[in-house]
């Protein structure tokens, strides 16, 4: 009996061949159908998946290519001619505007402002905010009203803040003014805006007066994400306040700081309405930036080949930066390294 069974599996898994080796490596041909099929709804599934992000994508990209592409590259265009902003661009000068450019003593200047302006706002807003965050954090009473008004500010328009602003520092009649002779505090007879020396320093207050709201949100934003559980081990173990907030809380508060200063460096690198409403780049350009060059070259000199010029490389020089820090401060946020393997010893 069991020679038969064994002898009937042999000639069922090879019936033509006598061998019963050969048998396993023949595939029923009716396997090929439903893998075929499988391949086919896999394939309309990815297509159909593909299909959906370009529906979802296609209006930001449209957007993108609108407002920003597409500006950039006119800018690039416009650079390479000599023209005043009437009749059609036949003046081809090629790369004089931008030599023109780096050679003005003005421009220049602007581009030593505006990196003074980069400093000073994460030189000072960065230990302001983070101890008002680490203030208003902890419990206590009319914290949501302190919270109010010190982000009110922020959302206010930067030609409200601006005009306010030129108001109060006006010379002899302003608030400033005013509260200084109350105090009996020498304020200058040309005002602090228009006294060359102070202009630059009195614009950078009135900036950080503007955006310490910014930090100070995104500093609070960043401690609740800090687990409380370290803070009571903390405590258990004897650690100061000090101590805690040195060892725990700025830590775990670096990924929110290093994103804060990447875009406290952009917004500074391009302000402008702030300053050209304070002072419009003067006094003897004392607080031009670059975006405030460009501006009175293109609306005041109507030299658009210079003025897009400018705003070529200012593009360039935000780009660079933004892709340096990108790549030497965020990348440990990004690419977090990986831990090393530890040798295994024998």
Known sequence: MADDVTTSSSVAASP???SPQTGPAI???????????????????????????????????VLFFMFVVWPIITAVQISMFKWKGIGPMVDFVGLANYVSVLQNSLFTDAIVHNFIIVIASIVIQLPLGLGIALLLNRKMWGQGLLRTLIFVPYVLAEVVAGVVWRQLLVPRYGGIDAIARALHIPTPEQGFLGTPDLALATVIFVLTWKYLGLAVILFLAGLQGVPEDLYEAAQLDGASWWQVQRKITVPLLGPTVRTWAFLSMIGALQVFDMVWILTGGGPVNRTSTMATFLIYQGTKSQQFGIASAASVILFVIALVLAVLYQQTILRRDTHPDQPRRKKKVK
């Open 16 to 18: 033509a061949s006598s």
């Open 27 to 61: 595939l029923p041909p009716r396997v090929a159908g439903p893998a075929r099929a499988g391949r086919r709804k896999t394939g309309v599934a990815s297509w159909r998946k593909r299909a959906e992000i370009a529906f979802f994508v296609a209006p930001a990209l």
